[in-house]
């Protein structure tokens, strides 16, 4: 469902490049006043090598150092570059600044991670990554994919909640729910083009958040920030209530209180509850049968 292998396939850029587009990023804090917070979303492993060279990583993370403003930063990375050594140049670089790895956890059942997702790595990858940057005094981000393909809109629900738990139980400092939206020359795409996916309901993401911060303790974050939401490509309700609804995840995940989420009531509110209950199990325990059109449930 991401859209990386394709942003991926242009041009390596320098290290120069690299050093350059952050600078140019960095000067529109020009006249900020601190405690600021940075996060650098590379969409990708802040900490691969191959993707953000050596020499640019130690050049950005001084930059950032020498800004007395910044307070936290916050950077991605896949679980297998989350080494003693990089933490060390993590904690060297950028002092006592707080310092949280975001890391694409997206489902703590590494057969939804494996089939749904693709990911390439295991839940004891991450808790191993988590243990490492915690003996660091670093936080970990941990992102959770709400509604990956072939879930019914139910499991999807469970899952993330599940995720939520699990993750916090291992010791993440955050948690940030990424719902699905889809994205251009993706199977996602193909699947949503022939009605087969729908991205989640926003009253899902909203139960997940509901859910989650009932059960999580406070000394973990619980964010959102969803893509196209109340568009066809992203979460989504009726059309009539989802600009609401969107404003309201964004202000919980500021002030982290459970009323101020939702306070909305919408006609597709029952129609949401009807597919919670009777929507067909899971599309990969039908696949033979949605062969035959005639079998199709
Ligand atoms: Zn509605």
């Known amino acids: 469902m991401c859209s990386y292998l394709l942003d991926g396939s242009r041009e390596q850029p320098s290290s120069e490049q690299l050093e350059e587009q952050f600078a140019r990023a960095m000067s529109k804090l020009d006249g900020a006043e601190g405690p600021l ?6 969409s990708g492993s802040f900490l691969d090598p191959e993707e953000v060279q050596l020499s640019a990583r130690a050049s950005i993370l001084a930059r950032l150092r020498n800004d007395q403003r910044i307070q936290q930063v916050v950077i991605e990375s896949r679980p297998e570059f989350v080494s003693d050594e990089n933490m060390i140049q993590l904690r060297n670089l950028l002092g006592e600044r707080e310092i949280e790895l975001g890391v694409g956890l997206e489902s703590s ?3 939804i991670r494996r089939i749904c997702i693709n990911k390439g790595f295991s839940t004891e990858n991450f808790r191993r990554a988590l243990e490492t ?4 005094d670093i936080g970990i981000r941990a992102y959770v994919l709400v509604k990956p393909p072939f879930l019914t809109e139910r499991d999807a629900l469970l899952d993330s909640v599940k995720t939520a738990r699990d993750a916090a139980a291992m ?5 940030s729910f990424n719902p699905v939206n889809v994205q251009k020359y993706t199977l996602v795409e193909r699947m949503w083009s022939k009605g087969e996916y729908r991205p989640p309901w926003l009253w899902t993401v909203l139960e997940v958040l509901r859910q989650s911060r009932e ?3 406070r000394s973990v974050d619980i964010v959102c920030d969803p893509v196209a939401a109340g568009k066809g490509r992203g979460t989504h309700n009726c059309g009539k209530c989802d600009d609401l609804l969107t404003a309201s995840v964004r202000l919980f995940s500021l002030t982290q209180e459970i009323t101020d989420l939702g306070g909305v009531d919408c006609e597709c509110l029952p129609l949401w509850r009807h ?3 009777h929507e067909d199990s899971s599309l990969l325990v039908h696949d033979d049968l949605r062969s035959n059109p005639e079998q199709r449930l």
């Open 37 to 42: 917070s940075v996060k650098l979303y590379t």
């Open 171 to 175: 010791g993440v400092t955050t948690v």
């Open 275 to 277: 597919i919670l209950e």
């Open 133 to 136: 940057a915690r003996a660091h």
């Open 215 to 217: 059960s999580l303790p």
């Open 109 to 111: 059942s590494d057969f």
